[in-house]
C-alpha cells in the first residue's frame, strides 16, 4: 500500500541522515586510520591477558561441548534410523550440554564485544560518551552476572543436597550446573574488569 511505502522511505531517510556523518568521516579518513569495528584489541595488562586466556579456555570447553552435542544427536538419529533405537536420553544431554556451552561462550563474547549493541542513536555521539556508556552497561552487565552466579551457587547447594537427578539417565543435575555458575563468574568478572579499563580510559584523558 502506499502508507506502506511512506512509511518504509520514511525509514530510510532516517536512517541515512544518521548513518551519513560517519560515512562521511569514515571516507575522508586515511584507510591506515580507520577503526577495525570487527576486531577489538586484546587486553594489554597482566590481568586482562588472565582473564582472556581463561574466557578463551571457556570458549574452547563450550566448543567441545557443541561437538559432543552433535555427536550425540547424530547417534540418537542413527540409532533410530537403522535399529528404531535412539540413545536413551539424549534429549537430557542435549539440554544440559547446550545450557553449558552457551554459558562458557558469554565471557569471551564479552570481551570481544560481541554482543549486539543498538547504536542506531549513539553513533552520532562522542568517542568519549560511547565509552562512558559502554563503561556503564558493563557495570550494569557485572551486577547481573554476578547476581545470577550467587543464586545459581545455592541452586546447586540445593540439587546437590537434595539428590536432584534427569528422569532416564539419573545424572545429577547438580554437575552441569558447576561449569554454568564458574562461567557466570568469569562474565562478572570479564564485565567488571572493562568497566574499570573503560573508566580509566575516561579518566586519562580528561
Not at 34 to 54: E, Q
Request: net charge neutral; aromatic share 14%.
Amino acid at each position: 500500500s502506499s502508507a506502506a511505502s511512506d512509511v518504509y522511505k520514511r525509514q530510510v531517510l532516517m536512517a541515512q541522515h544518521w548513518l551519513k556523518p560517519r560515512a562521511v568521516l569514515w571516507r575522508n579518513m586515511p584507510t591506515d586510520q580507520i577503526p577495525d569495528m570487527d576486531a577489538p584489541s586484546r587486553p594489554k595488562d597482566i590481568f586482562g591477558r588472565v582473564l582472556y586466556r581463561v574466557a578463551l579456555g571457556l570458549a574452547v570447553f563450550g566448543g567441545l561441548t557443541l561437538v559432543v552435542i552433535v555427536a550425540v544427536s547424530f547417534l540418537s538419529i542413527l540409532g533410530r534410523f537403522l535399529f528404531s533405537s535412539p540413545l536413551l536420553g539424549d534429549f537430557e544431554l542435549v539440554e544440559m550440554g547446550c545450557g553449558v556451552a552457551i554459558a562458557a561462550f558469554l565471557p569471551i563474547c564479552h570481551l570481544q564485544k560481541g554482543n549486539v549493541i543498538v547504536d542506531f542513536v549513539t553513533a552520532r555521539f562522542s568517542a568519549e560518551v560511547n565509552t562512558l556508556l559502554d563503561a556503564f552497561s558493563a557495570l550494569a552487565f557485572g551486577l547481573v552476572a554476578a547476581f545470577f552466579t550467587w543464586r545459581m551457587f545455592y541452586g546447586a547447594q540445593d540439587m546437590y543436597r537434595y539428590n536432584e537427578e534427569t528422569m532416564l539417565l539419573q545424572i545429577s543435575v547438580w554437575i552441569p550446573f558447576l561449569p554454568v555458575v564458574f562461567s557466570f563468574f568469569i562474565l562478572a568478572i570479564c564485565c567488571f574488569y572493562t568497566a574499570a579499563r573503560d573508566t580509566h580510559h575516561i579518566l586519562r584523558k580528561a
